[in-house]
């Protein structure tokens, strides 16, 4: 089966570059869920799209952008990077607005800031 | 604001032996309460869920879980263990804030499990 696609999986950047992550859902799903999971901890939420609109917002800083575009895919934005954004970065998805609906995630992408 | 609590950072057991991950939950409401497993430098697998129904929810590999109204607790439990089950466990509960789609899960703090032979 389709499972939620990242990219890129790795990548290194230097402090206050930008970076680009990119997120294709499970085919079908119209939500997306970004989080980020800093070494030895639980995955915090940053941003969900529902339908190609913004639908929740939890800690994501305000270097962070992100989007859902037509085909349903998102973008994760992140500039002015510090090395405390050094993380693995999830995209999840999941389909309509039922709250019992599975959530998949990806496998994530490392970013390492240096 | 719903939040979920797992109480052990570590939890170790022998192969072949029963296996519990523990798990309390916060909610105002019905809760939808979730379990994932995260293998090292991997994504988040889902394991199992509970919604409405019966208390004994079962899922993936062997898994299942126990939702306990009274006691709040949703325990995440396997009748023999496996080496290759050893890995982080994660509980979630479901947000309900926003109508329309796009609410969140909350993560527990996540508990590791080793299964030694």
């Known amino acids: 089966a389709a499972g939620v696609i990242q990219s890129p999986r790795h990548l290194i950047k230097e402090k206050r570059e930008t970076a680009t992550l990119k997120c294709y859902p499970i085919?079908?799903?119209?939500?997306v869920y970004w989080y980020q999971q800093g070494p030895g901890q639980d995955p915090q939420f940053l941003i969900s799209?529902?339908?190609?609109?913004?639908?929740d917002k939890g800690s994501i800083p305000d270097r962070f952008s992100a989007q859902q575009f037509s085909d349903y895919h998102s973008e994760l934005n992140m500039s002015s990077l510090e090395l405390g954004d050094s993380a693995l970065y999830f995209c999840?998805?999941?389909?309509?607005?039922?709250?019992?609906?599975?959530?998949?995630f990806g496998e994530g992408s490392w970013l390492t800031v240096v | 604001a719903q939040s979920v609590a797992q109480p052990e950072d570590q939890v170790n057991v022998a192969e072949g032996n029963p296996l519990t991950v523990k798990c309390t939950y916060s909610?105002?409401?019905?809760?939808?309460l979730f379990w994932y497993v995260q293998y090292p430098n991997r994504g988040l697998q889902f394991l199992l869920k509970y919604i409405t129904g019966d208390n004994l929810v079962k899922g993936s590999y062997g898994f299942e879980a126990e939702f306990n109204k009274s006691q709040t607790s949703f325990h995440l439990k396997k009748p023999s263990a496996l080496v290759s089950d050893s890995a982080l466990y994660f509980c979630a509960v479901r947000d309900m804030r926003v109508a329309g789609g796009g609410n969140k899960l909350t993560f527990g703090t996540g508990t590791q499990l080793k299964v030694e032979l």
């Open positions: 999840a998805s999941s389909t309509g607005s039922y709250d019992g609906n599975t959530i998949y």
């Open positions: 909610v105002s409401g019905n809760p939808y």
């Open positions: 799209f529902y339908e190609k609109m913004q639908s």
């Open positions: 085919p079908r799903h119209d939500t």
